[in-house]
């Protein structure tokens, strides 16, 4: 990259837990962008950097933000989660889980995405005192930021299903 | 690389074998075509035309080549081989150097050390363009000045069976139309380009037609095939919009010039630019029929707007016009197809490939018929249902499996959903633009459609697949493009159970093996399960011959039947097998703000056999879920030639709240002579009949005629104060 953009400052991201000094970056780049390009961690994928799909859903200090619209350095130090954080070969998460025995995958571009937000969907709904946050249609519409071209769906509702009834 | 090196233990045919690369998917890891990398890479980015009509005055480079961190730009002077590229008639220039034919066609490629750099350098070519008026309506197309050497019309088909002069006792008309939808696959295109010390240059592409998107960037690049050594990267979708090449030739011709390594992706705007788009159609039919529902004639006229280069218009008008009537036996027709050339987005594959468009009017029309003749739609359907031994209009004879009549029971007779809860949310238009309850009025409709498997007209789309065993492990290596489909499962399960095996590795798919030929037209199950099957039964009698052999290997080529062109008439034996679907849609509509909210569509199929039960469920519901889309809320707007809704702000997908309830009343198995396992292939067909059916439920709850999908607002607003 060239010092033809100025200022390129130095800042630090808390990434899954580790720390991650980033220096000579461009200030204009995206949170998405900077986990992607300069600290290996692909998992949330960049399908419209619009805001628009959910495919780069992480979260910021709990809350679920869509990466692209998120300029790096302003979550300096910020607490950052990621797919990467979910679970591992392994052992994987209960959500991942979920969608692997629903047959929720297919070209899995929007998975990363959804897993963050069925997670997120799972840990504030249990926060809940009352009433039943998972009726389908509470599901439907905190996922409707995540588009899916390939699945339409049915089976992505049925792996939150299943993982929400593996949280209780 | 994608599902390279992954082993699974269990299940055989016919049960839900989980996906291999599943687990790598949930956790991120799994590598997509955009995620790849490699040191000392630079990104490629491209120049493209803001105009759909313009004569090219001058392209000066010089600024951009003078920003710090541009290591090349390329324009058409740059190409090396051929000039020009496309799947059935290389009508399509590498770059525009003289005159630009759509908005968004490649002028020029940078390859800068940073996106930005790329975007700067981009934006710093200077181009002077000398605006021409686009020709854009696909009406005026065959009249009009050709806008291309070789002329505005891709293909003029006609079809004439018996003796199109007859007439019926009841006529029905009417005229349709289809907007323009993309296949929005969520992966943008990408793709890395790495140089070779041999001058040769390697392509991880995400892709659907491995071997034939090396053979036009080989091609283009003045290269030896063997030259440009390809393997599929991760796709993130596909649905046709991966069948013709986009940024193939750029990304190896930036690598080659610069010698390092060159990353490519398109943002959403690129892609909604940058691949060929579904068909808009407008469809003139008239239908004749005796008192007592029998059809006797069908006439129609069919022009596919295939946009400013060839792509695979010929083929998509063939598949229009060839089931242009529908699953019904019709003894005398006439269809009048016209694929033409304009200045609009080039348009080429997507999922129904043809059948989708006259399906929405051949299904419009049976209803209309059905109300004049004072019928039940569903029962005049049945009455001229097609069944084995029966020919379709182009004379063709089915001999395979031809369950309309079931698929068309098992869909009505299948329970309705409740009434509505009157739920917010529920209700048409969502929270935010929420119908009124006392305004919503429900409807019910109906369609049935069908659509050939594999290439026709004479076509050898073959399949390759090399299988070896050792040490009781499978290794199956073959170029199929996984897309999505599942079909890294299926590779799997056919090996287990053809060599009784547990461990099957599927190996990365690349230009080492043979052709797999394209992941399209629900084929690969047949075709390279058929490949997968024979390399497999192939290492077993080698295993009976010779049982202590270290290891075992075979490599099979599976091609299907063959067929034939069709002649002057439109008439011969051009498809190797068919699929049949009906669709039934439940729709909410509040018939004062034109407001829709599909409520649930339930579907029957013709599958010839499941061979995984999971999967073929998550085929049916996306399928339906892009049939829905065309149906209510997809389309790109193009303007004058010019594209107005680039991303997905504008161009709406069905979301999680949009996408109805799908119920899968049956999925007939009536296994498929000639097909491997008896298995037809199951993703076209669900997004066949699903656009059809919603537009015939709209047209229950309202009255109004629904001639066009995507259906909006003020169609049936419009036609509502016409009623009243
Ligand atoms: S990439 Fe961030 S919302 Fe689409
Ligand atoms: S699985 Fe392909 S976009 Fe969701």
């Not at chain 1, 899995?108 to 897993?115: A, D």
């Not at chain 1, 769906?153 to 792996?159: E, S």
């Not at chain 2, 290439?455 to 999505?484: M, P």
């Not at chain 2, 309202?702 to 509502?720: D, K, N, Q, S, Y």
């Amino acid at each position: 990259m060239t010092d033809s953009y100025s200022p390129h400052p130095a800042y630090r991201l808390m990434v899954n837990g580790e720390p991650h000094d980033v220096s000579d970056a461009w200030i204009g780049e995206s949170l998405l962008h900077v986990l992607r390009e300069r600290l290996e961690l692909p998992g949330a994928k960049s399908a419209c950097e619009q805001g628009e799909c959910g495919s780069c859903s992480v979260l910021v200090d709990g809350v679920l933000v869509c990466a692209c619209l998120v300029a790096a350095v302003t979550v300096a130090d910020a607490d950052i989660r990621t797919v990467e954080s979910c679970g591992s070969s392994q052992s994987l998460s209960v959500v991942q889980q979920a969608f692997v025995d629903a047959g929720a995958v297919q070209c899995g571009f929007c998975t990363p995405g959804l897993i963050m937000a069925v997670q997120d969907l799972i840990d504030r709904g249990i926060q809940l005192p009352h009433a039943s946050p998972f009726d389908e249609l509470a599901t439907r519409e905190a996922l409707s930021g995540n588009l899916c071209r390939c699945t339409g769906y049915g089976r992505v509702l049925d792996a939150v299903a299943r993982a929400v009834e593996a949280s209780r | 690389m994608t599902a390279g090196g992954l082993k699974t233990r269990s299940p055989r045919l016919g049960e839900s074998a989980p996906r291999p690369d599943g687990i790598p998917k949930v956790l991120g890891e799994f590598a997509f075509g955009n995620d790849l990398w490699a040191d000392g890479m630079l990104w490629g980015k491209t120049l493209r035309a803001p105009h759909p009509s313009a004569r090219i005055v001058s392209v000066d480079i010089g600024p951009a080549l003078a920003i710090d961190g541009v290591a090349a730009v390329l324009t058409a002077a740059d190409v090396a081989g051929k000039k020009t590229y496309g799947l059935e008639t290389p009508d399509q220039p590498v770059f525009a150097s003289e005159v630009v034919r759509y908005m968004g066609e490649p002028i020029a490629v940078v390859a800068a050390d940073h996106p930005e750099t790329a975007r700067r350098a981009v934006a710093a070519i200077e181009v002077v363009y000398e605006l021409t008026t686009p020709l854009v309506d696909a009406d005026l197309a065959a009249e009009g000045t050709p806008i291309h050497p070789d002329g505005n019309v891709f293909r003029h088909l006609v079809i004439r069976h018996g003796d199109p002069t007859v007439q019926g006792e009841v006529i029905v008309e009417g005229t349709y139309e289809v907007g323009m939808q993309d296949q929005a696959f969520m992966g943008p295109e990408s793709g890395l380009a790495i140089p070779d010390d041999d001058g040769g240059v390697e392509l991880f592409i995400s892709t659907q037609f491995l071997h034939v998107d090396r053979d036009q960037t080989a091609a283009c690049l003045g290269l030896a095939p063997e030259k440009v050594r390809a393997t599929v990267a991760g796709t993130g979708g596909a649905f046709g919009g991966r069948e013709d090449i986009c940024l193939q030739v750029h990304v190896c011709m930036l690598a080659l010039h610069t010698g390092r390594p060159v990353k490519m992706l398109y943002s959403r705007e690129e892609s909604f630019l940058g691949h060929v788009h579904r068909h808009p159609a407008k469809l003139w039919y008239r239908h004749h029929a005796k008192r007592d529902g029998t059809l006797v004639n069908v006439e129609a006229k069919l022009v596919f707007d295939g946009g400013a280069y060839a792509s695979t218009s010929s083929a998509v008008l063939a598949n229009a016009s060839c089931f242009a009537g529908g699953p019904y036996l019709i003894p005398n027709a006439f269809i009048d197809g016209w694929a033409v050339r304009t200045n609009n987005p080039p348009c080429g594959a997507m999922r129904g490939f043809g059948a989708v468009q006259t399906c929405f009017a051949h299904e419009a029309q049976m209803d209309k018929l059905a109300a004049a003749l004072g019928m039940d739609a569903v029962e005049l359907r049945l009455r001229n249902v097609l069944k084995t031994g029966d020919a379709i209009l182009t004379g063709q004879v089915l001999t395979g499996a031809v369950p309309v009549e079931e698929v068309i029971r098992a869909c009505v007779e299948s329970p309705l959903p409740p009434k509505a809860t009157g739920a917010m949310l529920e209700r048409p238009g969502g929270a935010g633009r929420t119908a009124d309850a006392h305004h919503v009025r429900r409807g019910v409709g109906f369609a049935v459609g069908f659509k050939n498997l594999m290439f026709s007209e004479g076509f050898d789309d073959y399949s390759t697949a090399r299988v070896r065993l050792q040490d009781g492990v499978a290794t199956v290596h073959c170029a199929c493009a996984e897309v999505g489909q599942g079909f890294v499962t299926l590779v799997q399960q056919i090996a287990r159970e053809v060599l009784n095996v547990d461990d099957v590795i599927v190996a990365p798919a690349d230009t080492s093996v043979g052709s797999a030929g394209s992941t399209s037209a629900s084929r690969q199950t047949w075709m390279s399960g058929g490949a997968v099957e024979g390399a497999c039964r192939m290492v077993s009698e080698q295993m009976e011959r010779n049982p202590g052999a270290s290891y075992y290997e075979a490599t099979f080529e599976h091609h299907h039947a063959p067929t034939e062109q069709l002649d002057e008439n439109g008439q011969g034996n051009a498809h190797v097998s068919f699929a049949f679907v009906a669709h039934r849609a439940v729709v909410d509509v509040d018939v004062e703000l034109g407001l829709v909210k599909v409520i649930e569509v339930a579907t029957a199929q013709d599958v010839g056999r499941v061979l995984n039960p999971l999967q073929a469920l998550g085929q049916i519901e996306g399928g339906i879920a892009q049939g829905v889309g065309l149906a209510v809320m997809e389309e790109m707007l193009v303007i004058d030639g010019v594209v107005r809704n680039a991303n997905f702000t504008d161009y709406l997908i069905p979301t999680t709240l949009d996408m109805p309830n799908v119920l899968v009343a049956s999925l007939i198995e009536q296994p498929e002579p000639g097909a491997p396992f008896g298995a037809k292939g199951i993703g076209e067909p669900p997004t066949i009949s699903s656009t059809a059916a919603v537009a015939a439920a709209i047209r229950d709850a309202t009255g109004a005629p629904v001639i066009r999908v995507p259906v909006r607002p003020e169609h049936l607003v419009f036609a509502a104060d016409l009623v009243s």
